[in-house]
């Protein structure tokens, strides 16, 4: 059975995101059009489906990591700015835009809030695992 470890994840994003294309509940915001995805970025994303692929990228994160709340996201998504001469710093990522891609995929039943081990967090429901798993399939 091939799963989401088995697949590049590039591919698994790109596939997932045409997926996700298709599902009602997730539509990119009116505002994403303007949003940097962090402070340390200078501009808004170029690419055309951006809130697709970037669903999709979290949706194979909380996959693999979960439960993992919206600070830990922040800490993935975000990088280095680039200051000039001085040293670069480590910025975190936007939260607005993870906030509202994590309230659209539970929503739709992919993800939800739960505590485990005591972490609490997003964690993927069995809809999501099927869901990953036949974008994973269809993939490789």
């Given amino acids: ?3 989401v470890y088995d697949v590049e994840a590039g591919k698994l994003i790109k596939k997932a995101a045409e997926e996700l294309k298709k599902v009602d509940g997730i539509k990119p915001p009116v505002w994403i059009k303007f949003a940097k995805t962090g402070r340390q970025k200078e501009r808004p994303p170029f690419e055309k489906d951006f809130w697709y692929e970037r669903t999709a990228s979290i949706l194979r994160k909380i996959y693999i990591l979960g ?14 700015k680039d200051r000039g001469y001085k040293p670069e710093h480590t910025y975190k990522g936007s939260g607005n835009i993870l906030r509202k891609s994590l309230q659209q995929l539970e ?3 992919f993800i939800q809030q739960t505590i485990k081990k005591g972490h609490k967090g997003r964690m993927i429901t ?3 695992k099927k869901f990953l798993d036949a974008v994973a399939k269809n993939a490789r």
Avoid: A, D, Q
Wanted: net charge positive.
């Fill in 107 to 109: 929503k739709e039943g």
């Fill in 67 to 80: 439960p993992i709340g919206v600070s830990k996201l922040r800490t993935k998504y975000g990088g280095l």
């Fill in 1 to 3: 059975m091939i799963n």
């Fill in 126 to 128: 069995e809809k999501g």
